[in-house]
């Protein structure tokens, strides 16, 4: 990860920088997948940018490659992890909205198992 993309203070990004432990699903040079560590359904997978970027409404039109890329992986994990009935994709932008963690993030929920994901 590049030093001038990484936050401190930032649990995601500490986390990208493997300083925190998770179940990884998929990393590159710009995107990290992990399991949520308290599932609100039987898959819970987490995808951020490597690059720290707080919100939806902090995006810069140059992280529009970073965000397509984002997306088209989304598909690709919704793939490789079975999903094959369907998936919720969840984006809450700011602490208003229920941003808990101030770093991009998006949700992928699938399975039947699922608790309520208004507080995610």
Same mark, same amino acid.
């Given at each position: @990860?590049?030093?001038?993309?990484?936050?401190?203070n930032? +649990?995601?990004?500490?986390?990208?920088?493997?300083?925190? /432990?998770?179940? %990884? +699903?998929? #990393?590159? #040079?710009?995107?990290? !997948? $992990?399991?949520? %560590?308290? /599932?609100?359904?039987d898959? &819970?997978v *987490? %995808?951020?940018?490597?690059? &720290?970027?707080?919100? *939806? !409404?902090?995006? #810069?039109?140059?992280?529009?490659g970073? @965000?397509?890329?984002?997306?088209?992986?989304?598909?690709?994990?919704?793939?490789?992890?079975?999903?094959? #009935?369907?998936?919720?994709? +969840?984006?809450?932008?700011?602490?208003?909205a229920?941003?808990? +963690?101030?770093h991009? &993030? $998006? &949700?992928?929920?699938?399975g039947?198992?699922?608790t309520?994901?208004s507080?995610?």
């Amino acid at each position: @990860m590049k030093k001038s993309s990484y936050n401190n203070n930032c +649990v995601f990004c500490q986390i990208a920088a493997k300083q925190l /432990p998770a179940k %990884i +699903v998929f #990393e590159d #040079e710009d995107l990290f !997948a $992990f399991y949520d %560590i308290k /599932p609100k359904a039987d898959i &819970h997978v *987490l %995808i951020i940018p490597k690059k &720290h970027i707080a919100t *939806l !409404a902090s995006l #810069e039109s140059s992280d529009a490659g970073l @965000m397509g890329k984002l997306l088209y992986r989304v598909r690709l994990l919704a793939k490789d992890l079975g999903i094959t #009935e369907g998936f919720k994709l +969840v984006l809450n932008n700011g602490l208003k909205a229920g941003q808990l +963690v101030p770093h991009l &993030h $998006f &949700h992928i929920l699938a399975g039947s198992n699922y608790t309520d994901i208004s507080k995610i």
